[in-house]
């Protein structure tokens, strides 16, 4: 018989002295969860296979520290998440991260919806009391999307493994070792890849943003729209973010049926919106140049010279080609047309070429 | 062997080859044959190449055996061959003035080699040299006579625990690898930089015990995990799977048993990291070395998702002994918890710098001022440190302490890797730390910020301290830092990157406060503590000091008293060394 939820041994622990009872296997991070209560984790990513590096999600069992990401949940066990003793040794692990991060949350593109940050604040720290040297690199990556900050990296692997595990395209990975681990394409080139922006959305601070988002708005005077991506059928659900009415960034939530994930069009090719060159009425030609004109106009004079050919040369002298942007419903109507009002089987699509 | 001969073995480990060993050989060979020395002697007489057997500063190191009567040379080079050829195989005067002398006994009498024993008296490369010793007869019991529950019980009753690192029980972790559902098992053998002399002088040995130990958990296939650089042990390992396979011990239904093994070669980069389990096994599926999170571990699930035991190569070594001479007798040499012997690679300040093996519970002053021949210069001891770079410094006031894994342990060491350094009073402590932190954040991996921030942290407050800028709240730092890494870091490397600063902060606390407070170095080793200064009434103006110096800090007229330049000296301490009336001061 399968594993399901309800064929699946369930354990039973006691978090913060809150009983909870989750299948064998659930972890205390995921059970915390489900009781509602907070615990920080840098590294850990629903979307992604543990990975237990960054260690800010300890928490007590039995009075050792163990990483409640990697962790099981065992019948019997004693949890506490908030213990003078893990949230000082967080605390602690939180500064020695801080001690090599930038610090310059006033111009960062992420600030207000920086993980890091958002920890900072938590635990009160203004500056790390352990200091030292900062990773800095000279080279910017120069691809065309996305911005890679890596000194802003806390080198926690989610976009390593949201590009190999989900996306399947492993077009970064770590180089060098300790302190000076760094994410980048393979020799450090530029990055050359589907452009996807998965591993922009898992990056819990500012190491990977949007190119054309950087000082067009953060967080404040944002109207959040939802809507669904215009670029093909398959309908992805994304929110636009609308400062000054325009858009300046586009994300999708990852409670869509989209999961969040987007491709590289819907994520970063927006910019079409307010672009000068944009069609916005249909365009007839007229004396050797186009001319604006109304929908109605435009639809008659379509319709009109179908007509014209249909009856001159026949139904199979016009053809149809339909595009990957329609939905199957519109795809479905479209060739219904062709065949039914026009008379003709030439149809065909551009996702066959 | 028959006492009727004359037997001559050249140590050809790492370290003899770079001495000139394979000439030394090959000179021996030519001159018993141009002496046509069999006939004339009216005996056989061989000559073969053996492994280190540790005392590697005196290689070439050369044993002559005529009659069962032994004679060491050592430091022999070619040139000497033929004198001894000459004057002791032909005419049985031993050349007194090349041979080794009281030392040598004392280094050798105080160890007691079980594993390390066949490396300097068996041919490595000769499958046959092994078998004379009983060689594969474990082997042959165990798949014969033992099912591999017995093996693993034989094992847990001999107490013996993982030489490699943890000291974790051998017995134990496979009987819980057998235990597992999942059939598929692998089985690897670690190989470390103590390991190559093992690997080098017996490699059949290693071999032997990963067969048994493939056999006790259900592993048909075994690795070899070692580090490419290690040139001379891979190729006799090489060459000794393919002697093993030749006599049928390797490969299929082996003794008849119907168990099949075969051995396959892992290389791994010189990263200190591809030693620990997870990362290894990471490496041989072809990944970067970092470590994988535990639980699960290794025997539930470890290479390519199948349950997995990782043992160190002297802890196969041990097996074939285990299993031939039995538990019991194994078990009565050690302590309580801690059986056997350990190898350990001596250096640093005793005379005697080498590979040694030892019970379990001798004590630090029978190593040091025994088997080490005592500090150079007799000068006095200060510290030991124990289990490579990530190990503890042991204080000399706890010499007389027995060496096993719950003492150490207790002292805030382990048995790691087997290393053992040395310092006397001419160290200076912080330094020490410091040089082992330095190795330690380079190689971090780098996967979790305890470790990978943490030794890098603490790296800039030790150096902070030995240059003089250091603070008691640096101090305070160092102590905190070594608690989150010990705590909180993924893998063994993070947790006891610490140890060296707990235990030195521990036991030479007042050296570090003489660097902040007092900003001295007591044992004159932090360059930036020191200051160089000309007496004026001892300097009589020869200029020697002025001539030396390569920053042009010294000035003076000839005949009149000379002064440094504070500012451009950079305190090499050659005016130090070079000045004949000691009128230069050191402080
Ligand atoms: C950073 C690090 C380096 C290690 N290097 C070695 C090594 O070179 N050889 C070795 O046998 N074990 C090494 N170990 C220990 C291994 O992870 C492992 O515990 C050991 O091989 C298990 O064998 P044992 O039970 O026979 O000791 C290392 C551990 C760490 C954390
Ligand atoms: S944009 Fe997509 S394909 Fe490119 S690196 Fe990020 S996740 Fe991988
Ligand atoms: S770039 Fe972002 S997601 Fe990737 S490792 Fe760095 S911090 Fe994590
Ligand atoms: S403790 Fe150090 S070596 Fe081990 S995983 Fe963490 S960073 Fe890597
Ligand atoms: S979230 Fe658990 S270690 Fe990073």
Redesign the interface.
């Known amino acids: 018989m399968p594993e399901t939820s309800l064929t699946k041994k369930m354990v039973r622990c006691s978090i913060n002295g809150v009983s909870v009872e989750v299948p064998e296997g659930t972890t205390i991070l995921e059970a915390a969860k489900a009781l509602g209560i907070y615990i920080p984790a840098l590294c850990y990513h629903p979307k992604i296979s ?7 999600c ?1 928490v007590e069992v039995d009075g ?2 163990v ?1 409640s990401c ?3 949940v065992e019948e019997g066990m004693t949890v506490i998440t908030n213990s003078p003793y893990v949230e000082e ?1 967080r605390k ?2 939180i500064d ?2 801080l ?2 991060h930038p610090y310059d949350c006033m111009v960062c593109q992420k600030a207000g919806d920086c993980e890091l940050q958002e920890l900072a604040y938590l635990y009160q720290i203004r500056y790390p ?5 900062k990773r800095m690199y000279k080279k910017r990556d120069g691809n065309p999307f996305i911005e890679r900050e890596m000194e802003k990296c ?2 926690c ?1 989610r976009c390593v493994k949201i590009c190999d595990e989900v996306q399947g395209v492993g077009a970064i ?2 180089a ?6 760094k994410v980048c394409p393979p020799f450090e080139h530029d990055l050359d890849c589907e452009f996807c922006g998965q591993c922009v959305m898992v990056c819990p601070t500012g190491a990977l943003v949007g190119k054309d988002w950087i000082a067009r708005g953060r967080q404040m005077n944002i109207k959040k729209v939802d809507t669904v991506c215009p670029y093909c059928g398959c309908g992805c659900n994304i929110t636009l973010h609308v400062r000054n009415n325009e858009v300046v960034r586009v994300t999708s939530s990852p409670d869509t049926f989209n999961e969040g994930y987007l491709c590289v069009k819907g994520r970063f090719g927006y910019k079409f919106i307010n672009h000068p060159d944009r069609l916005k009425s249909p365009l007839i030609k007229r004396n050797g140049r186009f001319v604006e004109v109304s929908w109605d106009e435009a639809l008659d004079y379509v319709a009109e010279r179908f007509k014209e050919i249909k009856e001159r040369y026949g139904p199979d002298a016009l053809a149809g080609l339909s595009s990957a942007r329609c939905t199957v419903e519109d795809n479905y109507l479209f060739q219904k047309f062709f065949r039914a009002a026009i008379g003709t089987n030439n149809i065909d699509h551009c996702a066959r070429y | 062997m028959a006492d009727d001969q004359i037997s001559i073995r050249v140590c050809l480990g790492t370290s003899g080859k770079a001495s000139g060993g394979e000439k030394v050989l090959t000179l021996f060979k030519m001159h018993i044959e141009r002496l046509h020395l069999d006939a004339r002697v009216g005996t056989r007489c061989s000559v073969k190449k053996v492994g280190c057997r540790g005392l590697c500063s005196r290689d070439v190191l050369v044993d002559v055996i005529i009659n069962g009567e032994h004679t060491t040379y050592q430091n022999v080079t070619p040139s000497m061959v033929e004198r001894i050829v000459k004057e002791h195989l032909l005419e049985g005067n031993p050349v007194d003035e090349w041979t080794v002398k009281e030392d040598y006994a004392e280094f050798t009498s105080r160890q007691y080699k079980i594993v390390l024993g066949p490396c300097g008296v068996i041919d490595p490369e000769n499958i046959d040299d092994y078998l004379k010793m009983n060689g594969y007869r474990a082997l042959k019991k165990a798949l014969t006579r033992m099912t591999p529950e017995d093996v693993i019980e034989e094992v847990k009753r001999s107490g013996l625990r993982g030489r490699g690192g943890s000291g974790f029980l051998t017995g134990l972790k496979w009987e819980i690898c057998r235990a597992q559902k999942e059939k598929t098992r692998y089985i690897i053998c670690n190989v470390g930089e103590v390991n190559r002399a093992l690997a080098e002088g017996n490699p059949h040995a290693i071999i032997e015990g990963l067969i048994i130990g493939g056999y006790a958990i259900g592993a048909s296939q075994g690795y070899i995990f070692i580090r490419e650089r290690y040139h001379l042990s891979v190729e006799r390992l090489r060459n000794a799977i393919a002697q093993a396979q030749e006599r049928g011990f390797l490969g299929e239904n082996i003794f008849g048993s119907g168990f099949n093994f075969n051995i396959e070669f892992s290389f791994g980069t010189e ?1 200190f ?1 591809c030693g620990e389990e997870t990362a290894l096994m990471e490496t041989i599926e072809g990944k ?1 070395a ?1 470590p994988r ?1 535990r ?1 699960p571990y290794p025997a539930e699930k470890g290479l390519w998702g199948k349950p997995t035991i990782i043992n160190n190569a002297e802890t196969f070594s041990n097996i074939p002994i285990i299993i031939g001479k039995g538990a019991v007798w194994f078990s009565s040499i050690g302590t309580e918890h801690s059986k056997g012997t350990k190898v350990f690679t001596l250096s640093g300040k005793v005379r005697n710098n080498g590979l040694v093996e030892v019970p379990m519970g001798i004590s630090f002053r029978t190593i040091v001022y025994g088997i080490g021949g005592g500090i150079e210069e007799d000068r006095r001891l200060k510290a030991i440190q124990v289990g490579g770079p990530s190990g503890g410094l042991i204080p000399e006031s706890m010499i007389d302490m027995g060496l096993d894994y719950e003492n150490l342990l207790k002292v805030g060491s382990i048995i790691g890797s087997g290393g053992m350094v040395v310092f006397d009073e001419t160290d200076c402590i912080v330094s020490v730390a410091r040089f082992f932190l330095e190795f330690l ?10 470790c ?6 603490m790296l ?1 407050l030790l150096t902070k301290i030995t240059e003089g800028r250091g603070s008691m709240k640096d101090i305070e ?1 160092l102590e ?2 070594s608690a ?1 890494m010990s ?4 893998c063994g490397l993070g947790r006891t990157a610490p140890n060296p600063v707990i235990t030195s902060l521990t036991h030479f606390r007042e050296e570090y406060l003489a660097h902040i407070k007092e900003k001295r170095c007591p044992a004159g080793v932090c360059k930036a503590l020191i200051t160089y200064t000309i007496l004026e009434d001892l300097c009589k103006g020869c200029g020697v000091c002025l001539r030396r110096c390569p920053a042009g800090a010294i000035t003076g007229e000839r005949k009149m008293p000379h002064s440094i330049n504070q500012a451009l000296c950079v305190k090499c301490g050659v005016c130090f060394e070079a000045c004949k009336f000691k009128a230069i001061k050191k402080e």
């Open positions: 543990i990975t237990g590096a960054c260690r800010v300890l050792a520290a990483v990697a962790t099981p040794l602690d692990i020695l991260i001690s090599d009391k352990f200091q030292g040297k806390i080198q692997g990975d770590f060098y070792k300790g302190f000076d681990l | 990263a990291i970067r970092m999170l639980p954040q380079r190689e971090s991996c780098g996967k979790c910020v305890p990978r921030l943490g030794t890098t942290r800039e730092a905190r830092l989150i705590t909180a870091s993924l």
